[in-house]
T-cell receptor, first 115, second 109 residues
Framework: EPEVTQTPSHQVTQMGQEVILRCVPISNHLYFYWYRQILGQKVEFLVSFYNNEISEKSEIFDDQFSVERPDGSNFTLKIRSTKLEDSAMYFC?????????????FGPGTRLTVL | KNEVEQSPQNLTAQEGEFITINCSYSVGISALHWLQQHPGGGIVSLFMLSSGKKKHGRLIATINIQEKHSSLHITASHPRDSAVYICAVASDSNYQLIWGAGTKLIIKP
């Protein structure tokens, strides 16, 4: 069964460093998402991406964040200058229809620890 | 006020018990999702529904659009059902998922 994959599973970085989180969505999906879950808190929407551009973004997704689909398979989230409060689990998801109108399939997550 | 409220926050039950988790929402929606988050963190979609009722194995999800309420039921609960169950609604304005805080379920053998 197709699945969403994410790398790395755990990333440790120093405050102020840039990190890139990688995702490979399901191949025939058209919509891609990043979510964040701070430890002990609820999942929060960051950004959605369709047709090679951002379709929606939340207030969390400020200028420090960017997303890219550099090739036909990868979908990346870049944090330019990490802060302590960026420590969280980051989930990538994909689906065939916009937003929550279609079942989303989630990757296993990348745990980001900012020291 | 949270747009998606779940109750209870925590639920501990004995194996075999019938489980009900509730979700209320305050926004217009195009669909409601129930998801399961495993202790390791992975998220799996269980149901997406916009009306009525859906059943998959021992899991049943219902939604009442007029009352803006949904329930997730688990029949004949088993320790492997222990997880966090999350309700999320797709806003009818931008379709993005608005997440509830989750219900942590523990089923004791």
């Amino acid at each position: 069964e197709p699945e969403v994959t994410q790398t790395p599973s755990h990333q440790v970085t120093q405050m102020g460093q840039e990190v890139i989180l990688r995702c490979v969505p399901i191949s025939n999906h058209l919509y891609f998402y990043w979510y964040r879950q701070i430890l002990g808190q609820k999942v929060e929407f960051l950004v959605s991406f369709y047709n090679n551009e951002i379709s929606e973004k939340s207030e969390i997704f400020d200028d420090q964040f960017s997303v890219e689909r550099p090739d036909g398979s990868n979908f990346t989230l870049k944090i330019r200058s990490t802060k302590l409060e960026d420590s969280a689990m980051y989930f990538c998801a994909s689906n065939s229809g916009p937003g929550g109108t279609d079942t989303q399939y989630f990757g296993p997550g990348t745990r980001l620890t900012v020291l | 006020k949270n747009e998606v409220e779940q109750s209870p926050q925590n639920l501990t039950a004995q194996e075999g018990e019938f489980i009900t988790i509730n979700c209320s929402y305050s926004v217009g929606i195009s669909a409601l999702h129930w998801l399961q988050q495993h202790p390791g963190g992975g998220i799996v979609s269980l149901f997406m529904l916009s009306s009525g009722k859906k059943k998959h194995g021992r899991l049943i999800a219902t939604i009442n659009i007029q009352e803006k309420h949904s329930s997730l039921h688990i029949t004949a609960s088993h320790p492997r059902d222990s997880a966090v169950y999350i309700c999320a609604v797709a806003s009818d304005s931008n379709y993005q998922l608005i997440w509830g805080a989750g219900t942590k379920l523990i089923i004791k053998p």
